[in-house]
């Protein structure tokens, strides 16, 4: 009996098909090596309708192009042949019209993708080269539909099933939007195994989002990279870019983050919120007594104002509060940070670069420009605090940070950088140091019977405060509620800052003579009568403010 041979038809044309298509991706890949061209590939790239719309589908067909980034007055060109004379005629009149072009190499395929997109251009939301917009409508309508994180989620998945060309945009409309209306601080993306994961920063804490597929992903990741500025051929280095949202009349600027990871890129977009940086001195947490003498002390011609703690502690916007508080049209204030996140008017404000423009340069200069008010965002080294304390000597306010765990920590750590001891107390007016804890949310907080391993540290705390007027005789200990509406389902809803400080006097000049310890500087400085962060957090608890699991997060209570 004679065998019988089948051939699967369609599933070797789907195998040669791919073939084909691999070959020619390798082909243009190859080419682009040859003529010194970045090579890209449109499957993997979500394509910007803005730059799209810049060539008609007849101009970009007629040269074999397609214009698929657009970031600022910067365009990314993708062509079959980046040296024909029809497309460097395009890129020509591109460039007469004020834009910038970069080509890359691409195949027919890539191509016909990006030629499909022309079809649904008319759902695209049309934005401002470079520019996310958010329209006043979307927004208001997000949020009032976003009730809770869950929500977000929902949209998003709703969202994935539109048409491909509008559903990215659309994606991030929800991200951003979303992130803005709960108040997030950063926006994370990050590639696991088989998802990836979204997550929120919220009042300093990270939150799960929702996950999705990772098509998905590397779309949404390829149009973050252009607005952000990154290159998208490159996979396996980090990456550092920024762009800008307008909502509702107020530009919003987000700085892009970009890190090699396992399984893809992850990715991290910061929001720098004018709003939340802008908050009054009044408003930062501060007992009356401490920001009366702190008000005290930034009203002086000179002396440096040094605030300590770590990364994320509120250190930057107790600074910029300061500053707001003594601008006037008759001083000067200069700033050297890095980066600056947030622009203050009536104020000059630096940057460093590594290379040319450090700390120590940038103060150099700084001086050179006769201010009568420095801030410099972090003493890092020697020739810095050297050169910040001498300003202060000589007649300029100075504004610093350093990470040092408490506000005695300030006084050993100038001195490790080489600063003399002998010119602390003629410099140094007060350092600080502080941190951040999650408000209770007033809607649902539930009051919390303390066990008595908290009864015991609580009492411990409140009896060694030296202004015994500061403590309540009765008082409700609050938890975190079940959330509301109110608090997006978290049960905290803000943050307020916990401080400490410790003013330069005789006691404190004293003994700074002979290189204390920081616990030996703390101690002498108990009798000026500053709650030390422990004290501060407990007076927010017994307030109602925080709760004790919150203050825990950030304060060691430990009784010792």
């Given amino acids: 009996m004679e ?70 007055k910067k365009l990314s060109l993708a062509a079959r042949s980046p040296q024909h004379p029809k497309v460097l005629t395009l890129v020509a009149k591109l460039e007469e019209r004020g834009y910038t072009v970069t080509t890359f190499i691409c195949s027919q395929e890539s191509l016909r993708r990006a030629y499909d997109h022309y079809k649904d251009l008319s759902y695209a939301t049309e934005s401002k080269a470079g520019v996310f917009e958010l329209s006043d409508k979307e927004v208001e309508e997000l949020l009032t539909t976003v009730k809770s994180l ?80 990154m290159k998208l051929n490159i996979t396996n280095e980090a990456q550092d870019g920024r762009f800008s949202i307008h909502l509702q009349g107020a530009e919003i600027e987000l700085r892009a983050s970009i890190l090699p990871s396992n399984y893809a890129e992850a990715f991290v977009l910061r929001i720098l919120n004018p709003d939340s940086i802008a908050v009054p001195l009044e408003d930062l947490g501060m007992d009356t007594n401490l920001r009366e003498r702190i008000e005290k002390e930034i009203a002086k011609p000179n002396g440096m104002i040094l ?36 622009h203050l008017n009536g104020i000059v404000q630096t940057q460093v670069d590594k290379k040319n423009y450090t700390f120590a340069e940038g103060l150099r200069v700084t001086l050179r420009q006769d201010p009568d008010i420095i801030m410099v965002g972090e003493i890092r080294d020697g020739e810095v605090a050297t050169t910040a304390i001498n300003a202060a000597l000589t007649g300029h306010l100075v504004f610093s940070t350093l990470h040092t765990n408490d506000a005695a920590g300030a006084f050993p750590r100038l001195i490790d950088l080489g600063v003399s001891e002998k010119v602390l107390s003629s410099a140094v007016s007060v350092a600080m140091a502080q941190r951040l804890v999650r408000k209770l949310c007033a809607a649902c907080k539930v009051p919390h019977s303390p066990t008595a391993d908290e009864v015991q540290r609580l009492a411990h705390h409140l009896s060694t405060i030296v202004d015994r007027s500061m403590v309540p005789t009765t008082f409700t200990v609050y938890a975190a509620g079940p959330g509301c509406p109110e608090c997006h389902g978290r049960g905290y809803k803000g943050r307020v800052g916990v401080y400490e400080a410790i003013f330069m006097d005789r006691a404190i000049e004293e003994i700074l003579r002979s290189k204390p310890s920081e616990r030996e500087i703390a101690l002498a400085a108990r009798p000026q009568g500053v709650p030390t962060l422990q004290e501060d957090g407990v007076l927010k608890i017994v307030k109602g403010t925080t709760s004790l699991e919150e203050l825990e997060r950030v304060v060691d209570l430990t009784v010792r």
Avoid: C
């Fill in 3 to 72: 065998s019988m041979v089948i051939f699967a038809d369609e599933e070797q044309e789907k195998r040669v098909d791919f073939l084909k298509k691999r070959e020619e991706e390798d082909l243009a890949l190859m080419l682009s090596s040859k003529y010194g061209v970045e090579y890209v590939d449109l499957s993997l790239v979500a394509v910007n309708s803005d730059a799209l719309r810049l060539l008609t589908e007849e101009e970009a067909k007629d040269a074999e192009v397609a214009l698929f980034g657009a970031v600022g």
């Fill in 150 to 229: 869950d929500d977000i989620g929902k949209l998003i998945e709703e969202a994935i099933t539109m048409k491909r060309a509008y559903r990215i945009t659309r994606i991030l409309e929800i991200i951003l939007a979303g992130g803005l209306s709960t108040g997030a601080s950063d926006i994370h993306l990050e590639p696991e195994e088989k998802v990836v994961r979204l997550r929120y920063r919220l009042d300093g804490v990270l939150v799960d989002v929702l996950t999705f597929d990772f098509e998905t992903y590397h779309l949404t990741l390829s149009r973050l990279k252009l607005l952000s500025g």
């Fill in 307 to 342: 605030t300590t703690g770590p990364t994320g502690s509120g250190k930057t916007t107790t600074l910029y509060a300061f500053m707001r508080k003594i601008n006037t049209p008759e001083s000067k204030i200069i700033t050297i940070e890095d980066p600056i996140e947030y």
